[in-house]
Nanobody
Framework: QVQLVESGGGLVQAGGSLRLSCAAS??????MAWFRQAPGKERDFVAA????????YYADSVKGRFTISRDNAKNTVYLQMSSLKPEDTAVYYC????????????????WGQGTQVTVSS
């Protein structure tokens, strides 16, 4: 069993920055990712990182603005978000999976509770 605890969401003005954290406990994971869901929309892929090699993957909408990273010693994944836009407003979810695959698909084995990010214009 794996537990994921997210933190770091909040309210920020457009152009600002936020850093989300996701602390994982339990079994060794293969990869972790961030997804987001805006009101009335489906949950969309944001970024993913493989735990061992640190390979990263990004949605086109966040490339150059968001950076995913991990701290193996703390079992924590981060999402540094910069140049935030109102359209980045959503609940952000951390996901974890045991195996490789299409990281943009939301078929992860575990999910966190979500953290709200609101970007004002």
């Amino acid at each position: 069993q794996v537990q994921l605890v997210e933190s770091g969401g909040g309210l920020v003005q457009a152009g600002g920055s936020l850093r989300l954290s996701c602390a994982a406990s339990g079994r060794t994971l293969y990869a972790m990712a961030w997804f987001r869901q805006a009101p009335g929309k489906e949950r969309d892929f944001v970024a993913a990182i493989t735990w061992s090699a640190g390979n990263t993957y990004y949605a086109d909408s966040v490339k150059g603005r968001f950076t995913i990273s991990r701290d193996n010693a703390k079992n924590t994944v981060y999402l540094q978000m910069s140049s935030l836009k109102p359209e980045d407003t959503a609940v952000y979810y951390c996901g974890a999976r045991y195996y490789s695959g299409n990281y943009a698909r939301d078929d992860y084995d575990y999910w966190g509770q979500g953290t709200q990010v609101t970007v004002s214009s």
